[in-house]
Nanobody, 122 residues
Framework: QVQLVESGGGLVQPGGSMRLSCEAS????????MAWYRQAPGKQRELVAQ???????NYLDSMKGRFTISRDNAKNTVYLQMNSLKPDDTAVYYC????????????????WGQGTQVTVSS
């Protein structure tokens, strides 16, 4: 019922900036939470940042001060602004959304995007 499309990835130089976007479409009544995860080769997928429907944000400690998550509720879109990028930030970044499909739904569902590659290299 829900499709997530990430965009904004690519190649960036160390110290540079990049903005990722994730737009949710389909049957959506209310999005409870949107988040960004990342996974580097040989490593487990880890949470980068998340934002709730009320705007509360949480970040991985190592990302604070460099990454900023934001949300446009009208567009069902979440963004990840990444600054001062490091080679260690190289990974596939995934969007994750938890939503309620209707006003009568009793279960919240989670959906993953396909991921977008971010490569930090000179």
């Amino acid at each position: 019922q829900v499709q997530l499309v990430e965009s904004g990835g690519g190649l960036v130089q160390p110290g540079g900036s990049m903005r990722l976007s994730c737009e949710a479409s389909g049957i959506i009544f209310s999005i409870l939470s949107m988040a960004w995860y990342r996974q580097a080769p040989g490593k487990q997928r880890e949470l980068v940042a998340q934002i709730t429907s009320r705007g509360t944000t949480n970040y991985l400690d190592s990302m604070k001060g460099r990454f900023t998550i934001s949300r446009d509720n009208a567009k069902n879109t979440v963004y990840l602004q990444m600054n001062s990028l490091k080679p260690d930030d190289t990974a596939v970044y995934y969007c994750y959304v938890v939503h309620i499909a209707s006003a009568t739904s009793k279960v919240a569902d989670g959906y993953w995007g396909q991921g977008t590659q971010v490569t930090v290299s000179s």
